[in-house]
């Protein structure tokens, strides 16, 4: 693919780890703040991607809960910066491509679920990668729960990224791990590619991936940029 005008990464499971951190916290969080207990299993099968209102509607309905947003959020925030105060790694590979995209003047963002203020925590954590990338990715992260937009799967954060950089979503790739993210990405009309190197279970992720409308799926940053040059421009 020549004319490659965007390249939007989804953050948790995709640039980075986080979700090794955040989940398990995450889960604690719902069983002592409001006696809701979902197990890894469960929130894989059915949860896994989801956020803001729509996912608390979700919670709702299964556990008969009350649980509302604004504070939701604001208990939640509270737990954030210990999460993050170890720092945060960079996928393997990651590094490179970054560096690739950035001195090549390739324009790139992120487009995640998680609320921008977490993102700039993780972000601030990074431990490889330039001051100048991490700033460039503060300033461009997109995300699905903030500013009248509505979670992945719904399009909208890849709409908004497509439209802020005045980018034709045909000549625009997404990278994400999750059907959730990835059905977002394709709604949208960016080539959604699917990215499986932080997965405990890469094989069985590969073919749900791919089942969900992946245009592609790989399992190490190495093999990124490789990729990209298979791709074939949109007609």
């Given at each position: 693919?020549k ?13 980075a ?29 059915n ?16 556990y ?15 737990r954030?910066p ?108 960016f ?44 007609s």
């Amino acid at each position: 693919m020549k004319n490659i005008s965007l390249i939007a990464f989804d953050f948790d499971g995709t640039m980075a780890d986080t979700e090794e951190l955040t989940l398990p916290d995450f889960w604690a969080f719902l069983q002592e703040d409001y006696g809701i207990t979902v197990t890894r299993e469960d929130w894989m099968a059915n949860y896994h991607g989801k956020a803001g209102p729509s996912l608390l509607s979700e919670l709702n309905a299964a556990y008969g809960t009350k649980l509302e947003w604004p504070s939701f959020v604001a208990a939640r925030n509270k737990r954030l910066p210990r999460l993050f105060a170890a720092g945060v790694h960079l996928a393997p590979g990651l590094t490179d491509v970054l560096e690739h995209l950035h001195n090549g003047k390739l324009t790139y963002c992120i487009c995640t679920n998680s609320q921008a203020a977490r993102n700039v925590m993780a972000l601030d954590g990074l431990r490889n990668i330039s001051e100048e990338m991490r700033t460039h990715l503060q300033n461009n992260c997109f995300s699905g729960v903030e500013e009248g937009r509505t979670a992945k799967p719904a399009p909208d954060v890849y709409n908004d990224a497509a439209k802020h950089f005045g980018v034709s979503p045909a000549q625009s790739i997404a990278i994400e791990d999750t059907v959730a993210g990835l059905k977002a990405a394709i709604d949208a009309g960016f080539v959604a590619l699917g990215y499986t190197g932080l997965s405990r279970t890469p094989e069985e992720d590969t073919e749900l991936l791919a089942a969900a409308g992946a245009h592609a799926v790989f399992n190490h940053w190495d093999a990124f940029l490789p990729l990209l040059e298979t791709l074939e421009d949109p007609s």
